[in-house]
Nanobody, 125 residues
Framework: QLQLVESGGGLVQPGGSLTLSCAASGFTLDYKDIGWFRQAPGKEREGVSCIVSSTGYQYPAESVKGRFTISRDNAKNTVFLHMNNLKPEDTGIYYC??????????????????WGQGTQVTVSS
């Protein structure tokens, strides 16, 4: 059964860093294009960044450009979201998801049919 599990969330002070993990079970992430999303209370889910597996191309949202990057460890079947210089507005539940088409990267949730359960990130002093 295809399953994604996010972890690594927590409470961090503004300006701090956090790395989220997205681990897959039942299938390999090697050739999957991954998106990271977040949802704050009372707000719609928004795209944070995504990565194309075949090229390594990343497409971060303007709000996180220069602060968030994605990496992957195929041996661990895991994709990571590295978040630096965190701001209170980065608070939310963070999700990873798999794009429905190969070699595609977008920040639109509708393009991703497979999702993890999410992990909470809170940025506060």
């Amino acid at each position: 059964q295809l399953q994604l599990v996010e972890s690594g969330g927590g409470l961090v002070q503004p300006g701090g860093s956090l790395t989220l993990s997205c681990a897959a079970s039942g299938f390999t992430l090697d050739y999957k294009d991954i998106g990271w999303f977040r949802q704050a209370p009372g707000k719609e889910r928004e795209g944070v960044s995504c990565i194309v597996s075949s090229t390594g191309y990343q497409y971060p949202a303007e709000s996180v450009k220069g602060r968030f990057t994605i990496s992957r460890d195929n041996a661990k079947n895991t994709v990571f979201l590295h978040m630096n210089n965190l701001k209170p507005e980065d608070t939310g539940i963070y999700y990873c998801a798999i794009h429905r088409h190969p070699d595609r990267c977008s920040l639109h949730p509708i393009d991703y049919p497979h999702w993890g359960q999410g992990t909470q990130v809170t940025v506060s002093s």
